[in-house]
């Protein structure tokens, strides 16, 4: 019997997958095209979530590639599949298994080469490219080729807030290119027709109705840390609080948060104007987007407005461009008050810090120095690779060379093959000097890796927030660098706000010689810590109720 027998198209719309895979499987490998195998594949991921279901899809489609190679559009679609399949079973190793990851970017990166010119031409093929080089710490192909969409497809809304996102962890744009490239981006959003959307209406001013917007209300997400802070401590007669989840797997954090708020409801699956509307019914004074230009955004959403007044907080530390955000919430440190300019939202300035963080069930405790122990200088970064571009490799190889004997533990939250950034430390002569530790573990695991390190080097362009929030919470100090915009002065807000000024380097010059007088000085090491330890939870760092007293009386004076 033919395989032109079956009606594969019904089938599919029907959702018979699991019938699918069966014909396909009961032909003669050798008598089907590229179009079968790839569609054997993809019914696979859609009947079965599991990981060995995404490895049996990953061979369908990686035959089904190179069934019709390079000659089919079958087979470039099979490759596109192949490469976000290899992908996502990676995501899914490195936490579960990270000692025995699936690599399939050697394969990916010669197919790439192979077909350049097809790749040039077909986004969704780019885009599948840019997920492969991320993974593989090569954030500057990744904005190269998010660059070539942009160019070709100036309607592309993912990738121009990608190209924009992911320009942040590089040191090539100042903070006028970003707003300048977020006001591109707000032009190219969806203004969807009045008449299909409800009238827009605050709230009938018994309370004020607070929305906060987010898809990271899920365990070990940063934004958890602040966003907690605000719902465990705000005032319930003054104040209705909804949460609109655009997580597509919640967890028992996801079912913690729902507990703080008058209302939860899961936004992912809902169309914008199905959202628009629900948001506008739900009479919302004052939205808070926690995502900006994240993976995960829903900027059309805001373009539309769904409330009298949305603010950009927490989430992504930039301008987000558009219009209709009508502030962001800093404070002094972070954008001075000369450069408001630069960013399209107004300002609303915090007195002190424009985060707080909620701390941890683990309790704090004084312990001794590392130092004393190993007779050598542990520096470490919890922060996510992504962050650590060449010019922060370049310094702190300059830091281990200068300092006898000193070491560098690293440790990534984010999905990216760790073999990379070791040999970016092998070819600045260091690798000797760098530990790796598994993401895997339990939170309190995590914490507790913070005793082994003397002094925390922060990232820069984009400074590390949670992962400095952490080692503040350890009794670790951070060493940081000033900066030039949001995302790049974190650092410095969070060490004023605890009096660490004096670790606040001007330059990358000042950041290595201050790393080395440290080293240097261990009392003085130990001076910082102590002091870090006595006093940190009475800074603005964790002062939750000084926090909230100012969030809320700042939106309170917007509303009236």
């Given at each position: 019997?033919?395989?032109?027998n ?42 079965d979530?599991?990981?060995e ?17 390079n000659?089919?559009?079958?087979s ?7 490469i ?24 990916i990166?010669?197919y ?11 986004e ?10 991320i993974?593989?710490?090569d ?20 990738a ?25 981006l ?49 005032n ?39 959202v628009?509307?629900l948001?506008r ?5 004052i ?40 502030y ?13 300019n630069s ?7 915090l ?35 992504n ?7 370049a ?9 006898e004997?000193?070491?560098?533990i ?25 530990e ?59 060490n ?14 000042d ?50």
């Amino acid at each position: 019997m033919s395989y032109q027998n079956f009606d594969f198209k019904k089938l599919y719309e029907e959702k018979k997958y699991s019938e699918i895979i069966s014909i396909i499987e009961n032909f003669d490998d050798q008598d089907l095209n590229s179009g079968l195998i790839n569609l054997c594949g993809a019914c696979k991921l859609l009947s079965d979530k599991s990981e060995e279901s995404l490895k049996s899809a990953i061979s369908d489609f990686r035959k089904a590639y190179l069934r019709e190679k390079n000659k089919t559009e079958h087979s470039f679609n099979a490759l596109k599949n192949f490469i976000n399949a290899s992908i996502d079973l990676f995501d899914i190793e490195f936490r579960t298994n990270e000692k025995n990851l699936t690599n399939n970017l050697e394969e990916i990166f010669l197919y790439f080469e192979e077909n350049k010119e097809y790749f040039k031409k077909n986004e969704s093929l780019t885009r599948a490219l840019v997920r492969a080089l991320i993974r593989n710490l090569d954030i500057e192909n990744a904005v190269y080729y998010l660059n070539e969409i942009v160019d070709k497809n100036s309607s592309s809304i993912d990738a121009w807030a990608s190209y924009i996102y992911f320009n942040n962890f590089l040191d090539k744009w100042d903070q006028k290119k970003f707003l300048e490239s977020s006001k591109i981006l707000d032009q190219k959003l969806i203004k969807y027709p009045s008449n299909k959307l409800v009238e827009l209406k605050g709230s009938d001013k018994k309370k004020i109705n607070i929305g906060f917007h987010t898809a990271d209300i899920r365990a070990k997400h940063s934004v958890t840390h602040f966003l907690k802070t605000i719902l465990t401590n705000y005032n319930k007669d003054k104040f209705n609080i909804n949460l609109y989840l655009g997580n597509k797997k919640e967890d028992q954090t996801t079912n913690e948060f729902k507990e703080y708020v008058n209302k939860a409801i899961n936004i992912t699956f809902m169309d914008d104007i199905e959202v628009i509307n629900l948001v506008r019914n739900d009479k919302i004074d004052i939205l808070f987007d926690l995502m900006g230009l994240t993976s995960n955004h829903r900027l059309s959403l805001y373009k539309n407005r769904l409330a009298p007044i949305q603010i950009s907080w927490c989430g992504y530390l930039n301008t987000t461009g558009l219009k209709e955000m009508d502030y962001m919430i800093a404070d002094r440190n972070i954008v001075p008050q000369e450069e408001q300019n630069s960013y399209s939202e107004k300002i609303i300035y915090l007195d002190d810090i424009w985060n707080c963080h909620a701390g941890y069930e683990l309790k704090r405790s004084k312990y001794p120095i590392p130092y004393r122990q190993n007779k050598f200088i542990t520096f470490g970064s919890f922060n996510n690779f992504n962050k650590i571009n060449d010019s922060v490799i370049a310094v702190w190889s300059k830091i281990l060379k200068k300092i006898e004997n000193s070491k560098l533990i690293l440790k990534s939250s984010n999905a990216v093959f760790r073999s990379v950034m070791a040999e970016k430390f092998e070819k600045n002569d260091v690798l000797n000097s760098i530990e790796f530790i598994s993401y895997k573990g339990n939170f309190n695991d995590h914490l507790n890796e913070y005793k082994k390190i003397d002094i925390a080097l922060d990232t820069f362009p984009h400074n590390g927030v949670t992962t400095s929030f952490e080692a503040i919470w350890m009794g670790v100090p951070v060493l940081t660098m000033k900066g030039f915009n949001f995302s790049s002065r974190c650092g410095e807000s969070i060490n004023k706000n605890i009096n660490l000024n004096d670790l606040i380097a001007n330059n990358k010059q000042d950041y290595v010689d201050k790393a080395i007088f440290l080293s240097e000085n261990i009392d003085k090491i130990e001076k910082i810590r102590n002091e870090i330890y006595e006093n940190a939870l009475g800074t603005p760092l964790f002062d939750q109720k000084k926090f909230v007293n100012h969030f809320f009386t700042s939106l309170e004076k917007l509303y009236n």
